[in-house]
C-alpha cells in the first residue's frame, strides 16, 4: 500500500475479510449483537487457504484485501481469519496504516478470543483447538501468555474438521470419529483443561457434536461471540472510530471466487441465502 492510493473519505460499512467462509461466523455474530451498522464481507476465496503460505505472501494477500475495504469506504476492517490476524495484523497496523489513513482501524480476531480467558478458567490450563496452520504458529500460546502468564496452554491441530465443514459432512455420523478423537487427544494429553478454544472460524458449525466428547464442566469458548462482544466495546470506547460506521442495517458480500459458489457455500454459514459480487482485489 503507498501513498498513491486515494481513500474515499467520511463514513462507511464496517469491513469483515477473511480469506474464505469461516469468517462469516465471525460476522454473524457481529451483526447479530449490532444490527444497526452497515457491514462489507470480503472473502478472499480464489486464494484460499492461507493457512500452508508464507508469512510474506499471507501479509501480502491480507494488505490487498484490507486496501480493498478500505477503496469500498470502510474506516474499520475485522481480520476475521486466524491466519490473517496471526502473520498479519501487525505488520499492517505498524507499517501500513502510518502511510494509508492513521485514522482509521485494522482489528484482528485473536486478543478479543483471549482477553477475557482468565475470568473463565480456574484451573489455569487452557486448551486449543485448531487448524495444523494456526497450532504451528504458537499464536494461542503467544497472546494468552501476554496477557496472562501463568497459563499453561496445549494445542491440538485437527486437519480434517474444515473439510468436514466445507463439504457438508459436519453433521453427519462419520463426522463423530474425527471429533471425538482430537477431543480426547486434547484432553488426554492435560487432563486439568478446564476451557477449550475453538481457534478456527469454522468450528462453530461443529459445536453440537463437540459439546457430545467434552465433559460438562469444561467451558467451550467460540471466537464469534467473543469477537462480538469485544468489537462492541471497542466503538464503545472509542466514540471517534464509531462516529465513522454508517448505520443501515445493510450487508454487502464480494468474492474473489465466482458469486455462485459463493453464494452456495456461504449459505451452509449462514443458512440463508446470500447476494454476492465478485470482485478483483
Not at 477475557?116 to 487448524?131: F, P
Request: aromatic fraction near 8%.
Amino acid at each position: 500500500m503507498g501513498t498513491n492510493y486515494k481513500l474515499p473519505q467520511g463514513p462507511g460499512p464496517i469491513g469483515i475479510f477473511d480469506s474464505g467462509y469461516g469468517g462469516l461466523t465471525i460476522y454473524q455474530e457481529i451483526q447479530r449483537l449490532m444490527p444497526q451498522y452497515d457491514y462489507l464481507y470480503l472473502g478472499d476465496n480464489a486464494r484460499t487457504p492461507y493457512g500452508s503460505r508464507s508469512f510474506d505472501v499471507v501479509y501480502e494477500f491480507t494488505r490487498q484485501s484490507v486496501r480493498y475495504l478500505f477503496q469500498s469506504g470502510c474506516q474499520l476492517v475485522v481480520l476475521a481469519c486466524n491466519t490473517a490476524s496471526a502473520k498479519a495484523l501487525r505488520s499492517i497496523q505498524q507499517i501500513d496504516l502510518p502511510v494509508m489513513d492513521p485514522r482509521r482501524r485494522v482489528l484482528g480476531i485473536i486478543r478479543p478470543t483471549v482477553e477475557n480467558i482468565g475470568e473463565i478458567t480456574k484451573t489455569n490450563h487452557v486448551g486449543v483447538l485448531a487448524t495444523d496452520g494456526t497450532i504451528k504458529s504458537l499464536s494461542y500460546p503467544l497472546e494468552i501468555r501476554k496477557l496472562y502468564p501463568s497459563i499453561h496452554v496445549t494445542g491440538e491441530a485437527c486437519p480434517l474438521w474444515v473439510p468436514l465443514v466445507e463439504t457438508s459432512e459436519y453433521s453427519s455420523p462419520g463426522a463423530d470419529y474425527f471429533i471425538k478423537k482430537h477431543v480426547d487427544n486434547l484432553l488426554n494429553r492435560d487432563p486439568l483443561i478446564d476451557t477449550i478454544i475453538l481457534g478456527c472460524t469454522h468450528y462453530p458449525l461443529l459445536l453440537e457434536k463437540i459439546e457430545k466428547y467434552v465433559p460438562s464442566n469444561v467451558k467451550i469458548v467460540t471466537q464469534g461471540a467473543a469477537v462480538a462482544a469485544s468489537l462492541k466495546e471497542y466503538l464503545t470506547r472509542h466514540p471517534e472510530i464509531e462516529g465513522l460506521c454508517t448505520r443501515g442495517s445493510n450487508s454487502c458480500f464480494c468474492t474473489t471466487e465466482s458469486e455462485d459458489k459463493f453464494r452456495e457455500r456461504a449459505s451452509v454459514f449462514l443458512h440463508q441465502p446470500v447476494k454476492a459480487q465478485t470482485v478483483i482485489i
